[in-house]
């Protein structure tokens, strides 16, 4: 049975530690492979089988979360990895009644001058709610874990605050706190002294104001970090004009099917994906590829939907809809890059996953200890619940979700999309890159490149000829002269075209022929003379393909046409090996064109008239040697060699096989691009360990200081707090990644599969 994949939207998680939990759950069940990733709130299940998505649901709702059932893919949801904005507004609702109340708590506890008769029933009364009402969320999730008998890192907060709100309560009740003329100082360390006298009402109140502004900077991290893929998805059209025999009529775009035809005026988004069937124009796809010129569109042509007609009126028939378009294929893919985790990750998920039972034993190793050597219950209670705050490994289970989703999302706008944290992984072995040379380091169309008269000839001339007489040929190369005669031409009569040999026509009363040398002189009886032989010749040996002209019964000259090399190819080269990477010019061509290509962009491993199974029988080859392969190419036949190589880059003006075998799409047809995506992957890769560290180190460091009594329960959750905050801000940083930067000067520190259809 073939294997389904669904998605779920899940609820009430808090912590890495429940993304945790969950994922447990689910791979539980029988040929179940789930990710749960915590910043984009979503479960990710692949089954070897038919699975049944509401037992999916109440296995979630049994670890003590909610699930919710995926869309039909006719309705697609494309709310990408982002905290609700009602969550936004909850969390920013809750943490500033909770600073307006729990503030002048800790300034009064810390300040001697300040604490007037009684001051501490008052700290009470206003720290009250802040314990209770504004540490909820802490106290909700660490009791439904309970109920499960599983604890998380908000089992940690919520008894760290229960426990310095507890104690307050004791010491005025019980103790002697609560009588008038009660002193408290502040110290960054804990003191030593009387248990009952001392209340602990700030370090709750303070530590509940941290965290809650650290979940509302993740939250509010969580929705700007998928900003721009939202953005990109919102740009489609809402309305299409409707064209039904010779009628216009305007409907919402939902309502078109496969088939229609619709229109689009200058100005206007194309309303979705088609075939143009009338008229000609210009397309910014800006949007989608990141080029800012304009695209020559014209009957026969593919167009995108949510692009832009920025020049005629055209006519176009559907060929896409609703979840099958560029865009919303987009979306999926991208989204589902952002919910992998990397190999990192799933370390730092192992070690959270046990680290919660582990800090309960050190925080009451740290108070039994405490107690022993020192005797003193209120140093031995103030270390330990210092221990607890201070472990919270928060920032573990945001490293990479949230570089993840700033990454993509930067990506998306700059036309790179890479398929998952797995592919980030290779982007950094990677030695070796493979480039197809047509359609990836050449544009892949024929183009007039010389042009050779002779005796009283001029180029015009000579062009004028040709084009005239190509009007009526389809084959690439009479394309290629009609385009450079441009609007030099004249009407032709008596067309006809002999297979791969040329073709003849009567231009203004003369006959003209286009076609191979070998074909003139064989049918012809019209031998090159020596000179132009030599011409011939030489292009020839280059790879390039030469056509001669005949005007009468005489020759008049040659036109040398070719694949040119993209103007950025040669530049994309030089990068590409100032990274680190060895290239290898790879092309089913003859030998005399790759080299031409090969020196022209500084390649010089260059491998030519290589078949589609030769090309993947040389990127097994280069891995036998030991080498991790890169292999770029745009087309059907490479489409083998990139699902092979170790990381597969496709140009997305390539073919649809070519996008769906590879790991990463770089939307435009610049090879420039390829160089940002191995630029972007590896620094967002860099970013996700330098957050691991950065995690790993805070806590390795700090739980020892917590344990020694050597910190104040106040500033271990201000430090807790601070490096979840570190890691969602170093990660932003990777909105500053600017295209077309060398590495040494890429402002972030030193490869997204994508839609199935390219873009033509």
């Known amino acids: 049975m073939a294997e389904t994949d669904?998605?779920?939207?899940?609820?009430?998680?808090?912590?890495?530690?429940?993304?945790?939990?969950?994922?447990?759950?689910?791979?539980?069940?029988?040929?179940?492979?789930?990710?749960?990733?915590?910043?984009?709130?979503?479960?990710?299940?692949?089954?070897?089988?038919?699975?049944?998505?509401?037992?999916?649901?109440?296995?979630?709702?049994?670890?003590?979360?909610?699930?919710?059932?995926?869309?039909?893919?006719?309705?697609?949801?494309?709310?990408?990895?982002?905290?609700k904005p009602d969550e936004v507004v909850s969390l920013r609702a809750r943490l500033l009644i909770s600073a307006a109340l729990g503030i002048p708590v800790a300034i009064l506890s810390m300040i001697p001058v300040l604490q007037f008769t009684n001051w501490q029933w008052l700290a009470l009364t206003l720290a009250a709610p802040v314990a209770v009402w504004g540490a909820l969320p802490f106290h909700r999730a660490a009791w439904v874990n309970a109920r499960h008998g599983a604890t998380t890192m908000d089992t940690l907060v919520s008894v760290g605050v229960l426990a310095a709100f507890g104690w307050s309560l004791y010491a005025l009740f019980f103790g002697t706190a609560g009588e008038p003329g009660m002193r408290m100082s502040f110290s960054f360390i804990s003191m030593r002294g009387s248990g009952a006298s001392e209340i602990y009402l700030e370090v709750a109140s303070a530590v509940t104001i941290f965290l809650l502004a650290g979940r509302y900077v993740e939250a509010r991290a969580k929705r700007e970090s998928g900003a721009a893929l939202r953005a990109l998805l919102e740009l489609g059209a809402k309305e299409a004009i409707l064209l039904t025999n010779g009628v216009e009529t305007l409907v919402a775009v939902s309502k078109l099917a496969i088939g229609d035809r619709f229109i689009t005026r200058p100005g206007e988004k194309i309303a979705t994906d088609g075939l143009v069937v009338e008229g000609a124009s210009a397309v910014d796809r800006s949007m989608l590829t990141g080029e800012s010129v304009p695209v020559e569109v014209a009957v026969g042509d593919r167009v995108v939907g949510a692009t832009v007609n920025v020049g005629g009126r055209l006519v176009v028939e559907v060929t896409r809809i609703g979840s099958e378009t560029e865009l919303a294929r987009l979306g999926r893919l991208v989204e589902e890059a952002q919910t992998g985790k990397a190999e990192a990750q799933r370390l730092a998920d192992r070690v959270s996953a046990v680290f919660v039972p582990i800090v309960f034993g050190l925080a009451a190793l740290t108070f039994v200890g405490w107690l022993v050597l020192d005797g003193s219950i209120e140093a031995a209670f103030t270390a330990a619940i210092a221990t607890l705050i201070v472990a919270c490994p928060c920032a573990l289970g945001l490293a990479t979700p949230t570089a993840l989703l700033v990454g993509t999302g930067r990506g998306s706008q700059l036309g790179i999309l890479i398929r998952g944290p797995q592919v980030l992984e290779q982007t950094r072995r990677v030695d070796t890159i493979v480039l197809d040379k047509t359609g990836t380091i050449t544009t892949g169309e024929m183009t007039v490149v010389s042009v050779i008269p002779m005796g009283g000839e001029t180029n015009e001339s000579l062009l004028r000829s040709a084009g005239s007489a190509e009007v009526g040929s389809e084959h690439p190369v009479g394309r290629a002269i009609v385009s450079a005669a441009g609007e030099n031409i004249a009407s032709a009569d008596s067309f006809v075209a002999t297979a791969g040999s040329g073709v003849q026509a009567v231009v203004g009363g003369s006959a003209v022929l286009v076609g191979r040398a070998s074909w003139l002189a064989e049918s012809w009886s019209l031998p090159l003379p020596r000179q132009l032989r030599v011409s011939v010749d030489a292009a020839e040996s280059a790879g390039r393909t030469v056509l001669i002209v005949a005007v009468d019964g005489e020759l008049r000259g040659a036109i040398v046409v070719s694949d040119t090399v993209k103007p950025t190819s040669a530049e994309a080269v030089t990068r590409l090996a100032s990274l680190g990477l060895t290239p290898v010019l790879l092309t089913g061509d003859n030998a005399g064109a790759a080299a031409a290509v090969g020196a022209e962009v500084g390649i010089a491993d260059v491998r030519s008239g290589v078949t589609p199974q030769g090309k993947l029988d040389v990127i097994?080859?280069?891995?036998?040697?030991?080498?991790?392969?890169?292999?770029?190419?745009?087309?059907?036949?490479?489409?083998?060699?990139?699902?092979?190589?170790?990381?597969?880059?496709?140009?997305?003006?390539?073919?649809?096989?070519?996008?769906?075998?590879?790991?990463?799409?770089?939307?435009?047809?610049?090879?420039?691009?390829?160089?940002?995506?191995?630029?972007?992957?590896?620094?967002?890769?860099?970013?996700?360990?330098?957050?691991?560290?950065?995690?790993?180190?805070?806590?390795?460091?700090?739980?020892?200081?917590?344990?020694?009594?050597?910190?104040?329960?106040?500033?271990?959750?201000?430090?807790?707090?601070?490096?979840?905050?570190?890691?969602?801000?170093?990660?932003?940083?990777?909105?500053?990644?600017?295209?077309?930067?060398?590495?040494?000067?890429?402002?972030v520190s030193p490869v997204v599969k994508i839609p199935e259809p390219g873009i033509r």
């Not at 609820?11 to 791979?27: F, H, Q, V």
């Not at 915590?38 to 699975?51: D, G, I, L, P």
């Not at 080498?627 to 699902?643: E, S």
């Open 6 to 83: 669904v998605e779920l939207e899940i609820g009430g998680m808090t912590c890495a530690s429940c993304a945790t939990r969950i994922e447990r759950k689910l791979n539980r069940l029988d040929g179940v492979e789930a990710t749960v990733n915590y910043a984009t709130e979503k479960a990710r299940v692949k089954s070897s089988s038919a699975v049944d998505i509401q037992a999916l649901i109440a296995t979630v709702a049994s670890a003590g979360y909610t699930a919710t059932a995926p869309l039909p893919r006719e309705a697609p949801s494309f709310d990408t990895a982002t905290a």
């Open 620 to 747: 097994r080859a280069l891995q036998a040697e030991g080498r991790v392969v890169a292999m770029v190419g745009d087309g059907v036949n490479d489409a083998a060699a990139l699902a092979a190589a170790d990381l597969g880059i496709a140009m997305g003006t390539g073919t649809d096989a070519a996008i769906a075998a590879s790991d990463v799409t770089v939307l435009r047809g610049d090879l420039l691009a390829v160089v940002d995506a191995i630029r972007l992957s590896r620094s967002t890769l860099g970013t996700i360990k330098g957050n691991l560290f950065w995690a790993f180190a805070y806590n390795v460091a700090a739980i020892p200081i917590a344990m020694l009594g050597l910190l104040n329960p106040v500033i271990a959750g201000a430090a807790m707090a601070f490096s979840s905050v570190f890691v969602v801000t170093n990660s932003l940083r990777l909105r500053r990644f600017r295209a077309g930067v060398p590495a040494a000067l890429s402002p």
